[in-house]
């Protein structure tokens, strides 16, 4: 008796989704390696690398739910500097999203560490977001900067009520992307209010930099330092 009442509790209890698994796992993580960089002086460095991971996982995420579920999904990145919660997200603020019956439905919304941010695409840099307003470069010369964040914005309302400026990274019901390219992360700080600056925040410099690249498949490999962009 004992030892069916058991199986009944454990039956009984909610079970996760691999999308879910997928997020909590990401999410652990990444504060596991920002407290653990706090205790060992690893500052903007840990905090860099976790936010690597964080959007890894929630670009994995995104693809395996839109495989499971047949249906489109995407990665929303916060680029609205104008937006009055500007100051706490963006190009930090994330949310991800599924196609339902013809709405966007926001399935999980999460953050970037303090002090790292999205180094945004080159059509889209504000005034005062690059230090010395100095275009970033990859070691061979060319621009560097978040080729898959190419879209134009679109307005969507995530976590509130008021509608603000997000681009996406899109996934089709088969897992595939015509947004793929590369994602750019860098450290940064707040500016202070009334600085006159088109952008809220400026980013420190190039040459700490880590990010991802996507596939075309959807597929997600990480890249941890400015050479391997």
Known sequence: MKRSALSAQHSALPGFTLLELLVVLGLVAALSVVLLGGLAGGGKSV??????????????????????????TRVLVHHDPDSPLAAERYL?????EELRAGSWVTL??????????????????????????????KLDG????????????I??????TTAENWVEIAFTAQGTTATSGQLVLATGRLLPPGSGSGSPV????????????????????????RSGF
């Open 155 to 160: 307005q969507q309302v995530v976590d509130g």
């Open 92 to 96: 930090r603020h994330l949310a991800l």
């Open 108 to 137: 999980q919304s999460t953050a970037l560490p303090a002090g790292v941010y999205f180094l945004p695409h080159q059509n889209r840099t504000p005034a005062g977001l690059l230090p010395g307003e100095t275009a970033w470069t």
């Open 202 to 225: 400026v980013l420190d410099g190039q040459e700490t930099v880590r990010g991802l690249s996507i596939s075309g498949y959807g597929l997600a490999v990480l890249i941890n330092e």
């Open 142 to 153: 060319t621009r560097l900067h978040s080729s898959c964040l190419f879209r134009a914005p």
């Open 47 to 72: 905090a860099l690398q976790s936010g690597q991971t964080l959007v890894a996982n929630l670009i994995t995420a995104a693809r395996t739910r839109a495989v499971a579920s047949g249906n489109q």
